[in-house]
């Protein structure tokens, strides 16, 4: 006859309450419906879906939710969020973890992701907004193909579908942002 009762499963929190603490969001509220991943447009990309994203995190199954490449990927879009009917602010929480990944310093495999997401973060910083024939070029500089775009960009510019000098909106308004939010770290 089995009995009952304890289990020998032990769920590890930690992750879970440091995103409640960091960004307001309650990943437990989470009863995993799906509306996210449905909605998600760059989920083709992703290892997990925005799902299992808060799945893992619910089990405290860190190296899962920060090593894999699904909050690079992550467009912060917001479709998951507004699709959430817990109210559950899905995008937020993925920033939350891409900063956890970054400040210890965790190994992610995200190819090049990383580096397109602190050459998005520069270039918001100092433009004001993304310039993207210069963010696609920065990055094939940084994976050593610099080339490797260049005939579609030729055709989108021609076409005009992309403005080859960029337009700057605000640069100093966006400057202080950064400094602001600096200052709130500390």
């Known amino acids: ?10 769920v590890d929190s930690s992750l879970a309450e440091e995103i409640l603490k960091r960004s307001g969001e309650n990943v437990f509220l989470c009863y995993q419906c799906r509306k996210c991943a449905s909605g998600c447009p760059s ?10 994203l808060m799945r893992y995190v619910q089990l405290g199954m860190a190296d899962e939710a920060m090593k894999g490449n699904t909050v690079w990927y992550c467009l912060s879009c917001q479709t998951c ?27 992610a495999d995200a190819k090049n992701a990383r580096i397109f997401n602190w050459l998005w973060m520069k270039m918001l910083k100092y433009m004001g ?8 070029g920065a990055l094939n500089l940084f994976i050593g193909r610099p080339f490797k775009d260049l005939p579609l960009g030729i055709k989108m510019i021609r076409k005009g579908k992309l403005r080859l000098l960029p337009s700057i909106r605000k640069p100093f308004a966006m400057l202080k942002m950064f400094s602001r939010a600096r200052m709130l770290k500390k």
């Open 1 to 10: 006859m089995r009995v009952i009762g304890q289990s020998d499963i032990a």
């Open 43 to 52: 989920r083709m990309f992703m290892d997990s879906t925005p799902t299992e």
């Open 81 to 107: 969020s507004a699709r959430c009917p817990q109210g559950i602010d899905i995008a937020h929480v993925v920033d939350t973890i891409r900063i956890l990944v970054q400040e210890n310093k965790v190994k």
């Open 129 to 136: 907004r993304i310039y993207e024939v210069g963010l696609t």
